[in-house]
């Protein structure tokens, strides 16, 4: 029987006195308060003091009562803390939704394991990324892109792939299960994720999303914020007969990003800011490695924290503390209520999605993307369905499946928290059975190689369209 999963929390730090990246534990860096230390060697932290923003502007002064709550729950240490917790419960048979049989877990990784090896069988996995998506039907997309940009220097082709690879992702919720996108260059048909990564591509590719017209292969924020409902339906195909879930959300995400940008100069520039000028900034704060040449170093925490910050007001409709919009983080009344903030349930999908997709386009300018294993598995429904279909989640009652619900009622927030948790376990398990270590095999990968491509499988062998085993209304801004 697997045992009780306690992951370790570090915070990455720089020593003062070496510059070098190092990490500290979770009751080291609490023992400090301005000063920080580690045996006799004075840190900086490179993440967990990120200022946070609040909506309208301003920072949140870290004096504030609410400060370390926010930060937790902007942290993947929160993300696992609250979902292993509701996970216990579940065990327990002490949740209200869904009742969990680990037995069942074995089944799983068999059919994760059958799947890895049918889609990549010489075992060579890349990471999850919507960079998998731009290759759908085996056409290398990036290429084309590559080609035009070709009179770039790498960081401004990294800008450039940066800015797509934001707004492709952003433009990621559930697409429904009725809408496609014919490519004409291909004469291919898409739907669900491949389809709105194909179609945002070739938007992009358009200038979709650029005010320039002598630089259209970039999103700033005046093209950003002048981006309209037509212009999404056009590019996107929609019709009345090939309908596109939440064609207002996306198009209102689009602008709301455009705003933002705006808002954190320091992370996306002054004059035209775009999301692509996250590479300097991550450039000015990386830590340099000569053990195989000059190599810029940013670990995946700091990543998720720039992309929290600054896309964090993008989100409408979510929860506040404190004036600070707190993104993918919903209630469970199943937590005890200790305090502040104390039964919400952060989940971040979108920006970890982001964050994975990051990796590859900032290796262009140079930046190696490091610690990728304290990022969690990304609860959606292709993951999450894979875990009801094959009999590890149980739902309680007939509604849980046999009605729609909202991303924020407890049902679905359940559903996610208990697919984080069984995707840490799961790796575990997968791992064991291939004899890799989480270096070799990290959660990233059973994500691309396995999760979502077995819970897209499965549901195709047991539901006409391969829709998953529980609706979710979407407003094209969560799933």
Known sequence: MLGRYYPPQYYTGI?????????????????????????????????????????????????????????????????????????E???????????????????????????????????????????????????NRIATLNERLAMMDPVEAARSHIDLVVTSVLLDAGAGANWYYHEAETGQVFQRSEGL????????????????????????????????????QQSFQVTDT???????????????????????????????????????YLLRNAVSSTQAGTIAMVPASQLLAAILRGFGSIWAGRLTLAGVNLGDVWPHSALPDRGLGAQLVPFHKLSQWLTYSLVEPLQLAGIT?????????????????????????????????????TPG??????????????????ADLVRCRLGLTAAKFPLAKLLEGGTWAAGR?????????????????SDGTVF
Request: aromatic share 10%.
């Open 89 to 139: 419960l579940a065990r327990a048979n002490q949740l209200a939704h869904f009742r969990c049989e680990l037995s069942q877990l074995e089944t799983v990784a068999d059919y994760v394991i059958q799947t890895m090896q049918q889609t990549y069988p010489t075992g060579n996995i890349p990471i999850h990324s919507r960079w998998r998506h731009f290759e759908a039907g085996g056409i």
């Open 369 to 405: 993307v490091t610690d990728l294993e304290y990022l969690t598995g990304l609860p959606e429904y292709r993951n999450g369905g894979l875990f009801v279909d094959l009999g590890v989640l149980r739902p309680k009652y007939p509604e849980v499946t046999g009605q729609p619900h």
């Open 409 to 426: 009622s407890e049902p679905i927030v359940e559903w996610r928290a208990l697919t984080v948790a069984l995707l840490d376990r799961l």
């Open 15 to 87: 020593n003062n006195v070496t510059g070098k990246l190092i990490r500290y534990t979770d009751k080291e860096f609490h023992t400090g308060c301005n000063q920080w230390e580690l045996g006799t060697v004075s840190v900086r932290p490179a993440v967990a003091l990120s200022p946070i923003p609040k909506q309208g502007g301003g920072w949140l002064d870290p004096t504030d009562p609410a400060f370390p709550t926010i930060q937790y729950l902007l942290s993947t240490q929160g993300i696992r803390d609250r979902c292993h917790y509701l996970f």
């Open 197 to 232: 990564a194909v179609a945002s591509f070739h938007l992009f590719l358009q200038g979709g999303f650029s005010s320039c017209a002598d630089r259209p292969w970039q999103a700033d924020a005046i093209g950003l914020q002048q981006f309209t409902t037509d212009r999404l």
């Open 457 to 473: 499988r499965i549901a195709r062998e047991l539901r006409p369209g391969g829709v998953p085993p529980i609706q979710i209304v």
């Open 242 to 280: 090939n309908p596109l879930v939440g064609v207002a959300g996306r198009v209102a995400l689009m602008q709301r990003l455009g705003a933002a940008l705006y808002q954190s100069p320091e992370l996306f520039g002054v004059n035209l800011p775009r999301p692509g000028n996250l590479v300097d």
